[in-house]
């Protein structure tokens, strides 16, 4: 298939590439598009051959649900069966923004989209970009991350072109991505509302607009053999270069210790600004120590340039959990599938 690139600068200056995309999407076609946390692969969420048509593209399992993008409220009531107080709380106070909450859906969702849960995504971006292609499709757009099922999440066009090209319809190139982390999942469909995925909405934001929120175990611990994920994505493998990871949790001195003590070929370490001086293996660097913001903006790119220098083994530099930094080790944890040595 071919795959166009549309370049939209902005809503204003490419109002042309962009109802292009829409038409797309309108006429059930798979349009990667940005948003303010990651590129989404989107397609019409109410047309099920055109979300089926997502999973095949990204080569994603079946049972991993979507996210439906929304542009304004008003699409809401047609998609979730009840919207308890503690959501309307939440979007008063983040959306648009980087905020996906899980609620009971309507049978007006397709099973495609659900995975055949009870439950749906739902999620209004801050970029004006994807609230503008959503509202000239006319339809709530179902998008997962625009990368190939497995690999990092893509934060530039480029990233998605690398992942996507002739798989798809068309990408909107329309820069890169803010937070450069996904958004955060929080379920408001049980009694706690709880967080499935932490991301640019941070666990303490949530408490101070709801109190009690709990954290999934999932977040930070690898499931049980045979334990029922609350978000089926928790289950998978997730934003792993190439490379076989490992995740070093220890201060400056003892990080470049053990990296340098088992320099060799194909040796990587993924690591904070601070850490470069004292490596003496190849590095690339997530950002500043103290910086999550920095850290989730830069660590996707981060992983796939470790891809493309061929690294075999990277040593990556725990973050810490704080804020925004809990999202970044939890992305670190799933690249390096729970491997971590604590020094
Ligand atoms: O920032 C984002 O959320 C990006 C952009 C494109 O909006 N999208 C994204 O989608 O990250 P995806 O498909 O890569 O991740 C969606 C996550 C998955 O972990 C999935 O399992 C979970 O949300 N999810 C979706 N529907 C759910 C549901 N009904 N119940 C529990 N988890 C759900
Ligand atoms: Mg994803």
Same mark, same amino acid.
């Given at each position: 298939m071919e795959t166009k690139i549309l370049k939209v600068a902005s809503i204003f200056e490419?109002?042309?590439?962009? /109802?292009?995309?829409?038409?797309?999407?309108? /006429?059930? @076609?798979?349009?990667? #598009?940005?948003?303010?946390?990651?590129?989404?692969? &989107?397609?019409? @969420?109410?047309?099920?051959?055109?979300?089926?048509?997502?999973?095949?593209?990204?080569?994603?399992?079946?049972?991993?649900?979507?996210?439906?993008?929304?542009?304004?409220?008003?699409?809401?009531?047609?998609?979730?069966?009840?919207?308890?107080?503690?959501? *309307?709380?939440?979007?008063?106070? #983040?959306?648009? @923004?980087?905020?996906?909450? =899980?609620? %009971?859906?309507?049978? /007006?969702?397709?099973?495609?989209?659900?995975? +055949?849960?009870?439950?749906?995504?739902?999620? #209004?971006?801050?970029?004006?970009?994807?609230?503008?292609?959503?509202?000239?499709? +006319?339809?709530? *757009?179902?998008?997962?991350?625009?990368?190939?099922? &497995?690999? %990092?999440?893509?934060?530039?066009?480029?990233?998605?072109?690398?992942?996507?090209? @002739? !798989?798809?319809?068309?990408?909107?190139?329309?820069?890169?991505?803010?937070?450069? $982390?996904?958004?955060?999942?929080?379920?408001?469909? &049980?009694?706690?509302?709880?967080? $499935?995925?932490?991301?640019?909405?941070?666990?303490?934001?949530? !408490?101070?607009?709801? +109190?009690?929120? /709990? =954290?999934? %175990?999932?977040v930070t611990h690898p499931m049980a053999e045979g334990q029922k994920a609350a978000s089926p994505g928790m289950k998978y493998k997730h934003y792993a270069p190439k490379a076989r990871v490992i995740l070093v949790d220890g201060n400056q001195a003892d990080f470049a210790g053990y990296v340098n003590e088992r320099k060799a070929d194909g040796v990587f370490a993924l690591c904070f600004s601070e850490d470069i001086a004292a490596l003496e293996v190849p590095a690339v660097c997530y950002g500043g120590e103290k910086r999550p913001g920095e850290q989730a903006h830069a660590l996707f790119d981060a992983l796939r340039r470790l891809d493309d220098q061929n690294a075999q083994l990277v040593f990556a530099h725990c973050p810490n959990q704080d804020g925004l930094g809990l999202a970044v080790y939890n992305r670190l944890l799933r690249a390096a599938a729970f491997d971590v040595v604590r020094l």
């Open positions: 490419n109002p042309d590439e962009l /109802q292009q995309a829409a038409d797309i999407l309108a /006429q059930g @076609g798979l349009v990667a #598009f940005p948003t303010e946390t990651v590129y989404g692969l &989107g397609a019409n @969420g109410l047309n099920e051959d055109a979300v089926r048509a997502i999973y095949r593209a990204k080569g994603r399992p079946s049972d991993n649900p979507l996210i439906l993008h929304i542009c304004d409220m008003e699409m809401l009531p047609q998609l979730a069966r009840e919207v308890p107080s503690a959501a *309307v709380r939440l979007a008063l106070e #983040f959306w648009p @923004g980087p905020l996906t909450m =899980v609620l %009971p859906k309507t049978s /007006q969702v397709p099973d495609a989209v659900s995975g +055949g849960l009870d439950t749906v995504a739902i999620r #209004f971006p801050g970029n004006l970009i994807a609230r503008e292609l959503i509202r000239r499709c +006319g339809k709530p *757009v179902a998008a997962p991350s625009a990368n190939l099922s &497995g690999s %990092p999440s893509p934060t530039t066009a480029q990233h998605c072109i690398d992942d996507l090209m @002739g !798989r798809v319809d068309a990408i909107v190139d329309g820069g890169i991505c803010g937070v450069g $982390l996904e958004s955060t999942v929080i379920s408001l469909a &049980g009694e706690v509302p709880t967080v $499935l995925r932490p991301g640019g909405i941070t666990v303490e934001q949530l !408490r101070k607009v709801l +109190g009690d929120v /709990q =954290v999934d %175990p999932a």
